[in-house]
């Protein structure tokens, strides 16, 4: 209670000390500014508009509820979430954040998740594209495109194994709200909304879900389209404006000798844990804002292993930019920020863990392995996510099918005295 009354003083305060920082250095405001509007439309608003814009024709349509149907015995027994959670985790590991939090926000809204499910889902569904985890911190930043593909597999493979440590979140929760009248509408409209497939065919009852989703829908292309550019619109003005907003504000800590005191604090754990010092500024900087971070570790005076642990540090945490965009995506939701913020810190660890774990066995024993996997630098169009989403909502669909196909022969193999009496 005490700490809730002082949330709103302390709050005041806070933003009256960045006012009167902006009257003292309204230049450096502006130039910040400036550098955060120029990352929004040359990266971000070309990057993740057209992804907004195309998910919420998807879901228009259906494709959401094809795709959980399909998805649907790979995602309960993994993740404890509806397989129209596979493709959120599709979408957003190909476009990145915040595009998995936004479509988490919209089942939501459509009572395909309980809450619980939609904390699991946002968990470790919000990530780092690889576009920019491969172009941009790779190539860019760190001047070694051999280290994209060691970087992804941390990245990615950290946050799946998040998933399943999450799908554990919520347990107690769910079973003491068993019996609510509340809770068992949300579990039915969640389990109507991926129904496991029929014996007739999974695919035949996958298409007569969305086909059933569409007719609920009931709007024409038309306005299905418009609706979608007017949401995604707002939606990525909202991303800019936090950018912005971050970007003026680390420059108004750095001018205030803010910044200096942290990365001072920052250098002084690193170094109590064993790490170099040199880290500091990019570390620091990467809990504000993802870029910098990442930025500012190819360039950290430190071993090469080591900066790139804290860029998969960083880019796992995702900065506190990403964490207010995800935060204002879910206005009305019901879904908590603490656990998604435990997920981003146990994320950003377990990256930067299996980082150093890899290094010796991908970037020194046989660092020829990288070479096929690493694109060619200076080919990184937002458009390269397209290629990517299709081949990975395929090879999820086909690991389903074949988790669904391995379940029906087990089945069919079990002895009759050990079947369940229908």
């Not at 790779?138 to 950290?158: D, E, K, R, T, W």
């Not at 620091?284 to 790139?308: C, M, R, Y």
Request: aromatic share 10%.
């Amino acid at each position: 209670m005490t700490l809730n009354k002082l949330k709103g003083p302390f709050l005041a305060l806070v933003l009256a000390g960045c006012m009167l920082l902006l009257l003292l250095h309204p230049e450096a405001a502006l130039s910040a500014a400036l550098r955060g509007l120029a990352i929004w439309w040359d990266v971000l608003f070309p990057s993740l508009f057209p992804f907004f814009v195309i998910s919420e024709l998807m879901l228009g349509f259906g494709v959401v509820h094809l795709f959980g149907a399909l998805l649907d015995p790979l995602m309960r027994p993994l993740f404890r979430i509806p397989g129209s959670g596979g493709f959120v985790m599709a979408m957003g590991y190909v476009s990145g954040y915040p595009v998995g939090a936004r479509l988490t926000a919209k089942l939501r809204e459509q009572n395909l998740l309980t809450r619980v499910e939609g904390e699991r889902l946002v968990a470790f569904t919000t990530s780092s594209d690889p576009i920019f985890l491969l172009g941009a911190v790779s190539v860019g930043f760190f001047q070694n495109a051999a280290l994209g593909p060691c970087l992804a597999i941390a990245h990615y493979g950290s946050g799946l194994l998040v998933g399943l440590l999450m799908s554990f979140h919520g347990r107690k929760e769910e079973a003491d709200a068993a019996a609510t009248p509340r809770s068992v509408a949300e579990r039915t409209a969640s389990r109507s909304a991926t129904p496991p497939p029929s014996k007739a065919g999974g695919i035949r009852a996958a298409l007569a879900s969305m086909a059933e989703a569409r007719r609920r829908d009931g709007r024409s292309f038309g306005e299905l389209l418009k609706e979608a550019v007017q949401s995604s619109l707002h939606l990525i003005i909202v991303v800019g404006g936090l950018v912005v907003f971050f970007t003026v504000l680390m420059e108004l800590l750095n001018r205030a000798g803010v910044m200096s005191f942290l990365i001072s604090l920052t250098g002084g754990l690193l170094s109590l844990f064993r790490f170099p010092a040199g880290l500091n500024e990019a570390i620091t900087s990467g809990f504000f804002e993802v870029t910098l971070g990442a930025k500012a570790s190819g360039t950290a005076a430190a071993a090469l292993p080591f900066k790139a642990a804290a860029a998969a540090f960083i880019l796992s945490w995702g900065g506190l930019s990403v964490h207010a965009q995800v935060a204002s995506i879910w206005n009305g939701t019901g879904l908590r920020y603490l656990p998604f913020m435990t997920a981003r810190f146990l994320h950003a660890f377990l990256a930067a863990g299996f980082t150093l774990l890899l290094w010796r066995p991908m970037m020194e024993a046989s660092p020829a392995l990288a070479f096929p996997w690493t694109p060619v630098p200076g080919l990184y169009p937002p458009a390269a996510g397209f290629a990517l989403l299709p081949l990975l909502l395929a090879g999820t669909l086909l690991l389903s099918l074949a988790t669904a196909a391995t379940g029906r022969v087990l089945r069919l193999l079990r002895p009759r005295g050990s079947r369940p009496r229908s």
